[in-house]
């Protein structure tokens, strides 16, 4: 289990979270109506002390890790110690965050108003003092064996509850070695990632030696999340842009992606491989 500081400042949160899922009627190609499940999507604007920041798209599960994981993740909050509370309002489709004096997350007048669209689904949006910030991130390298890949592949495979039922979402991961520490799942694999930074931020996980698996591609958007929390090793299923490999080698991240029973391949990083089960 990770170590978690009690004495950390740590905020006051509502437990608002929705149902991932809902019931609905649909007709299959016989003809013959079924009772099936569809992924949720609703909308979240993400208010800090009272200032509109973003409107997230998600199944709305867990929806103040994902705010607490979009502030850190963009830079906008260095320490969760600067957040007072996260309440979620689904009547006014709001999760408003109040920080503490002095936290100076709405300091940054020029740097709020100046988005980048992404290539991620459901077009993610990053500030570009992330951007900026990125290029002063090195990552430590850390072995990795063919095998544990393998084995966790198959351990992730049993993780995907809301995909198996209704599709339509992404599942994103923080694993050490073949132990799957988080799996969270959404529409979009932003918001998964971001709602594992939040926990990682809350539990006071390191992502120092851990692996960061995603079901969606590995954009530069991804990278520079895994580079924000630490994270030295991305595992995909899907493919890799230009641009995130061009980041992964600029800060020193493995980049492992296509991977699916016993294949992958190693973008960035093959050095750090231990190949212990080749045949």
């Given at each position: 289990m990770p170590f978690v500081d009690t004495k950390r400042k740590t905020p006051e949160m509502s437990q608002a979270g929705l149902s991932p899922t809902h019931t609905v009627t649909a007709t299959d190609e016989n003809g013959q109506q079924r009772t099936v499940e569809i992924a949720g999507e609703a909308p979240l604007t993400l208010k800090v002390?009272?200032?509109?920041?973003?409107?997230?798209?998600?199944?709305?599960n867990q929806p103040e890790a994902l705010a607490i994981g979009y502030l850190r993740n963009q830079k906008l909050i260095q320490d969760i110690a600067d957040i007072r509370s996260v309440q979620v309002d689904w009547e006014r489709e709001t999760v408003f965050v109040e920080t503490r004096e002095g936290s100076g997350v709405l300091d940054r007048e020029r740097e709020l108003g100046r988005r980048i669209v992404t290539t991620g689904c459901g077009q993610g949006t990053i500030f570009s003092c992330t951007l900026n910030d990125l290029y002063d991130i090195q990552l430590p390298s850390i072995p990795i064996q063919q095998s544990v890949i393998y084995e966790l592949l198959a351990a992730l495979s049993r993780h995907n509850?809301?995909?198996?039922?209704?599709?339509?979402?992404?599942?994103c991961a923080l694993c050490r070695g073949s132990d799957v520490l988080l799996f969270v799942e959404d529409v979009g694999r932003h918001n998964a990632a971001d709602a594992i930074a939040g926990h990682m931020w809350l539990d006071d996980i390191p992502g120092?030696?851990?692996i960061f698996y995603t079901t969606g591609r590995l954009t530069s958007e991804m990278v520079m999340k895994a580079g924000q929390m630490g994270i030295p090793v991305l595992l995909s299923r899907s493919g890799i842009t230009h641009m995130g490999l061009e980041l992964a080698q600029a800060i020193n991240l493995t980049l492992i992606a296509r991977a699916k029973g016993r294949h992958f391949l190693v973008y960035n990083g093959a050095e750090h491989m231990r190949w212990d089960a080749t045949v």
């Open positions: 002390d009272n200032r509109e920041i973003v409107t997230l798209m998600t199944l709305g509850q809301i995909y198996r039922s209704a599709g339509a979402v992404h599942g120092e030696g851990t």
